[in-house]
């Protein structure tokens, strides 16, 4: 079992930045692809980033690809998720999540075991 905690949300202006971070307890993430999905009232959840285990490539979502940058430190078994010129649109709550050896399908939330609770990122125009 991974547990995840999310912190780092609040409430910006557009044009600001933010960042993320994500702890996991119960194992090492050394063995987990770990990524982040955001959901906004009234939508579905969407991918924004996904970083695997084998330290391949990194994976962004189309609509914050060149904005927004996750990482990951194994040794203290936590990710961040920077995020920079936010716009209204990025209003969401974002959770991080964890998959054991996932390889494919890291855009899809159904591939992911394990969801944090989400902290909420409010971008005001």
């Known amino acids: 079992q991974v547990q995840l905690v999310e912190s780092g949300g609040g409430l910006v202006q557009a044009g600001d930045s933010l960042r993320l971070s994500c702890a996991a307890s119960?194992?090492?993430?050394?063995?987990?692809?770990m990524g982040w999905f955001r959901q906004a009232p009234g939508k579905k959840r969407e991918f924004v980033a996904a970083?695997?285990?084998?330290?391949?490539?990194?994976y962004y979502g189309d609509s914050v690809n060149g904005r927004f940058t996750t990482s990951r430190d194994n040794a203290k078994n936590t990710v961040d998720l920077q995020m920079n010129s936010l716009k209204p649109e990025d209003t969401a709550l974002y959770y991080c999540?964890?998959?054991?050896?996932?390889?494919?399908?890291?855009?899809?939330?159904?591939?992911?075991?394990?969801w944090g609770q989400g902290t909420q990122v409010t971008v005001s125009s």
């Open positions: 970083i695997p285990y084998s330290g391949g490539n990194i």
């Open positions: 119960g194992r090492s993430i050394s063995t987990y692809t």
């Open positions: 999540v964890a998959a054991r050896f996932l390889q494919a399908t890291m855009t899809m939330p159904g591939g992911y075991s394990y």
